[in-house]
């Protein structure tokens, strides 16, 4: 379910960033439900407070890498050349999510505003 979910709300070229974003997703929503498994609608609220402004952001990005990706031979080949070199620097925050952390994180700073 969570795969089918996630190719509905998060459009993404490549493609490949759908795993990606799957499996945070699963972690992020599996920490939010374990933490109260009686309040799934709170969870479900969290998980998309939680992850949408990271999916925009990566969705954004997976959009500008695919322009750039399939860029036609000859000068456009250039920029791409060069785009792909710097994927590491520009894309690199992609892959050093930490989307348990990110939840648990998450969960303490809501039960703070709670609190107040």
Not at 20 to 28: G, L, P, S
Not at 53 to 67: D, E, K
């Amino acid at each position: 379910m969570l795969t089918l979910l996630n190719v509905l709300i998060h459009s993404f070229l490549p493609k490949g960033q759908v795993a990606n974003t799957t499996i945070e997703d699963a972690v992020t929503l599996a920490e939010l439900i374990a933490a109260d498994p009686h309040d799934l609608d709170g969870a479900f609220a969290a998980y998309e407070t939680l992850r949408r402004p990271r999916t925009r952001a990566i969705q954004r990005a997976s959009w500008m890498g695919n322009r750039g990706l399939h860029s036609p031979d000859g000068p456009e080949a250039l920029r791409r050349d060069a785009l792909v070199a710097r994927f590491p620097e520009k894309f690199g925050w992609i892959h050093a999510f930490d989307a348990l952390e990110t939840a648990r994180a998450g969960m303490r700073n809501s039960t703070r505003s709670a609190a107040v």
